[in-house]
């Protein structure tokens, strides 16, 4: 008769898994992911993004059995992680520090004694932010019976997906859709190495361990601006190097773009636009020389740093998700090719998100996993990429929806503009908040809404309202004619879209 060491050599070596109690005798499981057996299922997720979480849960909601793949221990994606969340709440907690220790309490009687700064706390209050957040899509898998498999996920067939784990083990899923949802990471800079400590990305930007005295961001953009931004308020002499001549990156009005500039300098940011960088050292003392010149060509100059931050822009991720295996290949600018249902030329495999044509924002993506996973249902699949809008979250904030008038100008559309400034917005003035406009545009002949660009603070709240309109295709007349709340920030789209129905606003 075997001993109880026997029994449990012998079914070890046979790769099965023995209960960790066994009548009173303790033993160790020997199971890892390598002894599961696979998955069935009706939809799988590639990637626990915005795009991603938000199409699994639509997908369970629908009755698809559905399952999630995500590499990283958290759900959540770039997005709750290491992007737009953690990134809006130093936004708005260095913005709050900034009123507070600069001279704008002072001026509203606000008189406070021995501010400072805790920034080991202020990363806490970001850290717990996330937290919550992160572990709220969990809840979210649970209560929507979505599976979550934390793993690598690969395609390994046209109908079949393995997730690799960090024990080196494996979990197989076979499904009758894929949908890859994996985003996209930061674009590296050719010869600047990222070590997240003094060279960082807008991820190491999150997490700085003390306020630079002299920080040089590389590139205007929306990430750019939003960390420079950050940074500033807490008190770092900020450089933007921006190769483009206009900051606020791409798809912002000029007229918009050319108005925050001049704020964000006012506020002490400093620019140095059609510029490029042509490369990084270090110091022996520690700095970093950044050598650029004029994009156009001209002389070197060398900016010094304490802290040199990277982000000119984003990049789909799509290494090692096995596309190949499957006949799948990416365009020149390394996105998967779909068609109108976000199918790959594997009509069981789609793909929505950063990966995809588009701009890289989470909403877009959200919206893109909610009506693929309705097509898979049998659904209508249609989104009008005119109606997703941008915004900027600094101080002041940019948004915008629709046309811009240079992409006006250039399709040789006849347009008429309305614009109205906070400056005589009763809500801003008594904020003693002012700055920015709404500039809206409308097609000459129907009136009706083409283009919705705001300057001002709350403006990522109110472009909804212009998103909304254009959506119904709604006249710059029907907007004024709705009786919006008095006194409010939003009467100012209102009366921008009076001056563009009518020529001319009420207050101004």
């Given amino acids: 008769m075997q001993t109880w060491k026997q029994l449990y050599r012998t079914v070890a070596t046979r790769g099965q898994h023995l209960p960790c109690k066994l009548h009173g005798a303790t033993v160790l499981s020997v199971r890892t992911y390598a002894d599961k057996a696979p998955i069935d299922a009706d939809v799988t997720v590639v990637g626990s993004g915005p795009g991603g979480y938000v199409a699994a849960i639509k997908a369970a909601q629908l009755g698809f059995k559905t399952v999630c793949v995500e590499k990283n221990v958290t759900l959540g994606g ?52 996330v937290k919550a957040l992160t572990g709220g899509i969990a809840h979210l898998f649970k209560q929507n019976k979505v599976t979550h498999v934390n793993g690598f996920g690969t395609i390994t067939g046209k109908n079949q997906v393995t997730a690799k784990t960090v024990d080196g083990g ?21 010869g600047i190495e990222i070590d997240e400590d003094i060279v960082v990305s807008s991820t190491g930007a999150l997490s700085l361990k003390k306020v630079p005295e002299e920080l040089i961001v590389i590139g205007a953009g929306v990430i750019g601006v939003e960390l420079g931004s950050v940074w500033q308020r807490l008190g770092s002499k900020v450089t933007a190097v921006e190769f483009l001549g206009h900051v606020g990156g791409m798809g912002i009005d000029m007229e918009i773009s050319k108005n925050f500039q001049r704020i964000l300098q006012k506020q002490g940011m400093k620019f140095k636009l059609g510029t ?60 998967i090719p779909i068609n109108n249902r976000f199918q790959t030329k594997v009509p069981s495999i789609y793909a ?7 701009p890289m924002l989470a909403h877009k993506a959200e ?25 900027i979250y600094t101080h002041p904030e940019v948004a915008w929806v629709g046309k811009n008038e240079e992409q006006l100008k250039e399709e040789g559309v006849p347009y008429k503009i309305g614009k109205f400034p906070f400056a005589a917005n009763s809500r801003a003035k008594t904020n003693a908040d002012t700055d920015g406009l709404v500039k809206i545009l409308s097609h000459k002949d129907t009136d009706r809404m083409l283009g919705a660009h705001i300057l001002g603070s709350g403006a990522g709240e109110m472009i909804n309202e212009a998103a909304l309109a ?7 007349e029907d907007v004024a004619r709705v009786c919006h709340a008095h006194p409010t920030v939003s009467e100012a789209f209102r009366e921008a879209n009076l001056a563009a129905s009518f020529g001319k606003a009420i207050n101004f």
């Fill in 78 to 129: 770039t997005c709750l992680n290491v992007g737009c969340i953690p990134s809006k709440a130093l936004l708005n907690n260095s913005y709050l520090y900034h009123l507070a220790h600069g001279k704008d309490f002072e001026s509203r009687g606000i008189e406070i004694q021995g501010i400072s700064l805790n920034l080991e706390k202020m990363m806490a209050q970001k850290s717990g932010a």
């Fill in 170 to 190: 494996e979990q197989v899923i076979n499904t009758k859709n894929i949908l890859i949802a994996t985003g996209s990471e930061v674009t590296p800079f050719p």
């Fill in 276 to 335: 490029k960088v042509m490369g990084a050292t270090k110091r022996p003392d520690g700095k970093i020389d950044v050598a650029v010149e004029a994009a156009a060509g001209g002389k070197n100059e060398t900016l010094t740093c304490d802290v040199l931050l990277v982000c000119i822009g984003r990049r789909p991720y799509t290494q090692n998700l096995g596309l190949e295996s499957v006949g799948i290949e990416l365009d020149n600018r390394g996105r």
């Fill in 352 to 358: 929505i998100g950063d990966v995809v044509a588009g």
């Fill in 367 to 391: 919206d893109e996993g909610i009506i693929c996973v309705e097509g898979m249902a049998g659904g209508a699949i249609h989104i009008d990429y005119n109606c997703v809008p941008s915004v």
């Fill in 470 to 476: 254009m959506e119904y295709g709604a006249s710059c």
